[in-house]
């Protein structure tokens, strides 16, 4: 199995998978350089999906259950506006 992939390319996530009695917190920073580390033009709900198609045989895993999060509370940013689209008085 190849360590980095264009899902994880810093192969966080296999490593995070291997790592004996890792908790949910730690998982969760994993995840977090992980999203981090993402190219912007790849797609994060079908990259954690794949991930979790390849790593995620043990649901009661804390990296699948934090992937499994992710896909439900992970949204496509979006501009939520700024300076100029305050009301002028």
């Known amino acids: 199995m190849r360590k980095a992939t264009p899902d994880d390319p810093k192969g966080l996530i296999f490593e995070a998978y291997r790592i004996e009695g890792i908790t949910k917190a730690e998982c969760r920073s994993i995840f977090l350089d992980w999203a981090l580390s993402l190219s912007t033009d790849r797609d994060t709900h079908k990259a954690m999906r794949s991930l979790l198609e390849l790593h995620g045989q ?32």
């Open 58 to 89: 043990d649901r009661s895993h804390p990296m699948s259950e934090v992937l499994g999060e992710g896909l439900h509370t992970i949204a496509t940013p979006r501009r939520r506006g700024g300076w100029r689209s305050r009301k002028r008085d």
